[in-house]
């Protein structure tokens, strides 16, 4: 039995959802190394995901799908990861995990902060989506969809 959102719930809430953050740009990332799939869970795959972004968590995950073929648990991974910013890996071999983890490494090491102060005013805890385009169509983007809005 997998509780795959629940973990991914808990460990957001409990150990990543920090306010005010205890340093000014503190990331927070979390790795999944899954097949996807959860038949345990009591939380869904979109409390989960909410959980994350609300923590400002970016999800890397690594499937352990080795089929090669699309199965619905490399979709969820998928979208955990491109939901919160970060980035999926379908190795088809345990081996290549390594490069996989030099990989994520890799992207820590050469990620840029950006802010901005929204015009939006109200402290109501929605979630506001953004877009991020690169002035030059060379430069790839790898971004969170947006953020939730601070609630009182």
């Keep these: 039995m997998t509780a795959l959102y629940d973990a ?11 306010f005010p953050p205890p340093e000014p740009y503190l990331r927070r990332v979390l790795i999944i190394i899954s097949d996807g799939e959860d038949n345990q869970s ?12 609300r923590s400002e968590v ?3 995950a690594i499937s352990t799908n080795a ?7 490399d979709k969820v991974l998928r979208r ?20 996989n983890f030099q ?3 890799r992207e820590l090491r050469s990620q840029y902060s950006l802010a901005y102060i929204s015009t939006n005013q109200a ?11 690169p002035l030059q169509r060379s430069l790839q983007v790898r971004a ?9």
């Design 103 to 105: 990989e994520i490494a």
């Design 123 to 133: 402290h109501d805890g929605t979630f506001r989506t953004i877009h991020i385009e």
């Design 144 to 152: 969170k969809p947006g953020y939730y809005a601070p609630s009182e």
């Design 42 to 53: 009591e939380h869904t795959r979109e409390e989960a995901l909410a959980m994350a972004q």
């Design 8 to 18: 991914i719930y808990f460990s957001c809430r409990q150990k990543m959802l920090i």
């Design 58 to 60: 970016t999800i890397f």
């Design 67 to 73: 089929t090669g073929l699309p199965v619905r648990g």
């Design 80 to 99: 955990l990861a491109e939901q919160t910013g970060g980035r999926a890996f379908f190795p088809f071999k345990a081996s290549e995990t390594t490069a």
